[in-house]
């Protein structure tokens, strides 16, 4: 799986030695949260650290030791430092320092900055001697606006420099819509299992009121439907609804017309028949929902020509063998004929689909991920051990986890298991594939396991 785009906003912090960058680094990332760690590393480093304020989560990157006058007489690693800086981050704090006055390699840096596209903050530390204070409007003189005063030693404007950063960042467009979201379902499995049966089914519930959409291949037909005043929609319908009238063509079942329905669906339906539980069956298609993160229901249909109907734990043992890369989907037995079990799984979708789109508060991931890593700890592997600093969820739907950790290699699949149970088993992820992403300090050059 191919890394998503940055998933947290980075603020850097840019300036020359000793004007205050480490100092005040600590400052935003430790102040208010406990369970913020900045990274280890030297000052020669880039440190990465996190923090959540007023409900949003930021890394900061302490771009280290940008050159100064003495040891960089022209100015070659002030620039490099910069324009990595402003390669990755989305907004800059440029730290000053109040007690010197603005210098020449200020100036070099802000001139590189004014140029640049993301927003930047100037912020005049060491604000809290007398010298900061009468040299303060000297660094208007650096043409990038009006100056912060701050105190990194005292914490003094910290918050305020917060609240001025997520200013400067846009919001992450938020999931909860206005209305309710539609749950798209696409009901999948081999020929003959009884999709067209089940989608009938569906779509004659009384309440139902169902109208054709097109959908967004050239010859899927969607179909929108509303369940109890939840909207929904059977995605790929073309041929399923006139089952029967048209050719049961190779095409309505091929594997990739399916894949396509899977990928626009929340909620993906894996019609099985009964009869055949016993014999090898294609779990391609379910293997498919589920690395494409969807939610699943498996639905045992025909279990009206079941021989033994009550029997089902033994049924439902089959299938957990069967698919045992997915044993959080839950299995439904279903008739076409009869309704039995429909009605039960088209609830079941609506959960899945809320489910996924849960947001878990980042407090509570790292208390419950903290507390299961001290009851269970990880392996040693090269005699390491996997440390997690910090968790959070940037994305829902599928739900998505990130977990900054000391090394993804130290990862062993076991463990990275263990703790995909607990955060199932703690926040009730039922039905649905979620992402736990580990993610290293040296950002972005590990692949996400
Ligand atoms: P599809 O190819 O998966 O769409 O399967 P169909 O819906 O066309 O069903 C295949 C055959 O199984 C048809 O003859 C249906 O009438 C029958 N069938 C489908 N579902 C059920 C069911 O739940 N119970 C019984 N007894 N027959 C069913």
């Known amino acids: 799986m191919t890394s998503p785009e940055p998933l947290l906003p980075i603020v850097a912090i840019v300036g020359r030695p000793n004007v205050g960058k480490s100092a005040l680094f600590n400052r935003l990332t430790r102040r208010n949260n406990a369970l913020v760690e900045d990274l280890p590393g030297t000052t020669r480093d880039r440190i990465y650290g996190l923090v959540e304020w007023r409900g949003r989560n930021l890394r900061i990157v302490d771009t280290g030791g940008l050159g100064d006058e003495a040891t ?19 907004a800059v704090v440029f730290v000053v320092d109040g007690q010197s006055g603005p210098t020449g390699a200020d100036y070099e840096v802000a001139d590189m900055l004014r140029k640049a596209r993301q927003p930047v903050l100037l912020c005049v530390n060491k604000g809290d001697t007398g010298a900061a204070e009468r040299n303060f409007v000297e660094f ?20 305020d420099l917060l609240d001025a950063v997520l200013e400067l960042i846009p919001e992450a467009p938020e999931e909860p819509p206005v209305e309710p979201e539609r749950v798209r379902v ?24 169902v109208s054709d959409v097109p959908g967004t291949t050239r010859d899927a037909i969607d179909t929108s439907f509303d369940f109890g005043g939840q909207p929904m929609l059977l995605v790929d319908t073309a041929g399923i609804r006139r089952a029967g009238r048209i050719e049961r063509g190779v095409e309505r079942h091929s ?29 391609h298609i379910a293997g498919y929902a589920a690395t494409a993160n969807k939610g ?53 979708a609506v959960h899945i689909s809320e489910v996924r789109r849960r947001r878990v508060q980042t407090s509570e991931l790292n208390r419950v991920l903290h507390r299961a890593m001290a009851e269970h700890g990880p392996p040693t592997i090269r005699h390491k051990k996997l440390k997690l600093y910090f968790a959070t969820q940037p994305e829902v739907a599928p739900p998505t986890f990130v977990l900054f950790v000391n090394d993804p290699a130290l990862v062993h699949f076991s463990y990275e298991r263990f703790l995909e149970n607990t955060l199932r088993s703690n926040f009730d992820f039922e039905g649905t594939a979620i992402r736990v992403i580990f993610r290293g300090r040296a950002e972005g050059t590990e692949e996400p396991s």
């Open 255 to 283: 594997v990739q017309r399916a894949e396509r329905a899977v990928d626009r669906s929340d909620v993906v339906f894996v019609v099985i028949d009964q009869q055949e539980l016993l014999v090898a069956q294609d779990t």
């Open 186 to 209: 696409a009901i999948v499995g081999r020929p003959n299992v009884g999709k067209s049966s089940i989608t009938n089914a569906i779509l004659g519930e009384k309440r139902a009121i």
């Open 140 to 159: 208007y003189a650096l043409g990038l606006g009006e100056p912060m005063s701050v105190s990194a030693l005292h914490g003094r404007g910290a918050g």
């Open 72 to 90: 960089d007489p022209f100015g070659t690693l002030i620039r490099e430092g910069v324009a990595h800086a402003l390669a990755e981050s989305q």
């Open 296 to 348: 699943i229901v498996i639905l045992v249909n025909k279990w009206d020509l079941a021989e033994d109907r009550a029997a089902k734990p033994e049924a439902a043992q089959k299938v957990d063998a069967k698919y045992k890369f997915i044993p959080w989907a839950p299995v439904i037995f279903t008739s076409a004929v009869t309704g039995e079990g429909v009605q039960d799984a088209l609830e079941l």
